[in-house]
Every structure is written in structure tokens, then in C-alpha cells.
């Protein structure tokens, strides 16, 4: 089975502008996380969607939001981007249920590298 | 704040030994737990998940969780220098990780 896919895997963007991220799950998992990955954050929660609905959300501003599709691939979108916005943003799968039964573990992609300048 | 704490590091261990890395969180209805590897410039790694109180074993990796404590930890035996990474916690659903632990295994 393909693992999570992101694209793209490096970004430099200006202040100022923003940009949209994309992460495709593994087959048949329905939910899809974002964190942020940063050396003196470490990983933090942005948010999480599971059939096209935000279930969650971390402590991020306004400017961080996120959408999922029908066929679960997700994307999230940076507005109006800060320096400090320079972190790796990763992607995580999960498939919900496994054979009935809650299935938590989330599976991560390579992750997009994102610099602001 | 929920927060989740974990030794820096790092831990040096020789080849062969057994590395012991440990990890509290403070959301004491907390349900689930998980051991991710993360070697320097790729993305976390699922080791392990555990959801019930005692120990879990999967091949060398063994993960104890004691929720009265709030505390979890990873034993790696027989230890290998392809170990040598960066072992994060992290407890819950919207994942919550400590900083994480390096793990430094000579040969």
C-alpha cells in the first residue's frame, strides 16, 4: 500500500504571501491531521479532519485553516505568511476504524519544508 | 495545558543494550499512546501503540503504560547503532509529543 504522499516537498515563499499545502492519505484511511514541525516548537497539532469535517484544532491562528475532499486527500492553506511560519508541515493518515474496531495509529509523509523569507 | 514531557537526552548506549526512554503526560483521561522513531531530516516513524495499562511487545521494541502514573515508556533490546534517532512520545488523538529523547547507539 502507497504511504502519505505531500506535495510539494519544498516551498520559499515571501512574507506576506500565502500557500496552500496537499497531502493524499493512504488508501481507505478517512482521517487526515496536520502538524507543525519546528526545532524549538517540535511537532504541534494544527488540526484534523475525518470525512470532510474539522474534528479538531490546535492552538494555531486564524490564518492556518484546512479542507478535506470527498475522496480524502486534504489541503491546508497559510494566509498572509510570517517568518515564523518557516517550520516542516506534516501530514498524518489514520484509518478511524480497523475491522470495526477504533484504529488511532496515524502513519506520517515526508512532509513539506517551508521557508518564509 | 496538556503537555507531555521527555528526558532530552541524549541516551548512549552500547550495541547490544537495552535503552530504556520514558515519557509523563499531564491529561490524566489521556487513552492512548504512541512510540514514533524520527532519524535527523525524515518524517516520525509509528513504533509502537499501546491503550491499556501493562506491557506490549513487538519484536525488540517493548512499550509499558502505567495510567495511574501517567507514564510510558519504550525498552529497545539488543540495541543497534540503526536505532540511533530521535524517539518522540506523543499521547491522544489530536496528537500531543514531547520534544523527544535522542538515542545514541555505539558500536
Known amino acids: 500500500k502507497a504511504g502519505v504522499t505531500q506535495t510539494p516537498r519544498y516551498l520559499i515563499k515571501t512574507r506576506g504571501q500565502q500557500v496552500t499545502l496537499s497531502c493524499s492519505p493512504i488508501?481507505?484511511?478517512?482521517?487526515v491531521s496536520w502538524y507543525q514541525q519546528t526545532p524549538g516548537q517540535g511537532l504541534q497539532f494544527l488540526f484534523e479532519?475525518?470525512?470532510?469535517?474539522?474534528?479538531n484544532k490546535g492552538n494555531f491562528p486564524g490564518r492556518f485553516s484546512g479542507r478535506q475532499f470527498s475522496n480524502s486527500r486534504s489541503e491546508m492553506n497559510v494566509s498572509t505568511l510570517e517568518l515564523g511560519d518557516s517550520a516542516l508541515y506534516l501530514c498524518?493518515?489514520?484509518?478511524?476504524?480497523?475491522?470495526?474496531?477504533?484504529?488511532?495509529?496515524?502513519?506520517f509523509g515526508p512532509g513539506t519544508r517551508l521557508t518564509v523569507t | 495545558q496538556k503537555e507531555v514531557e521527555q528526558n532530552s537526552g541524549p541516551l548512549s548506549v552500547p550495541e547490544g543494550a537495552i535503552a530504556s526512554l520514558n515519557c509523563t503526560y499531564s491529561d490524566r483521561v489521556s487513552q492512548s499512546f504512541f512510540w514514533y522513531r524520527q532519524y535527523s531530516g525524515k518524517s516520525p516513524e509509528l513504533i509502537m501503540s499501546i491503550y491499556s495499562n501493562g506491557d506490549k511487545e513487538d519484536g525488540r521494541f517493548t512499550a509499558q503504560l502505567n495510567k495511574a502514573s501517567q507514564y510510558v515508556s519504550l525498552l529497545i533490546r539488543d540495541s543497534q547503532p540503526s536505532d540511533s534517532a530521535t524517539y518522540l512520545c506523543?499521547?491522544?488523538?489530536?496528537?500531543?509529543f514531547g520534544k523527544g529523547t535522542t538515542l545514541s547507539v555505539s558500536s
Open positions: 488508501s481507505g484511511h478517512r482521517s
Open positions: 506523543a499521547v491522544g488523538t489530536a496528537l500531543i
Open positions: 479532519y475525518f470525512s470532510e469535517t474539522q474534528r
Open positions: 498524518a493518515s489514520s484509518p478511524g476504524t480497523l475491522g470495526g474496531r477504533l484504529s488511532l495509529e496515524q502513519y
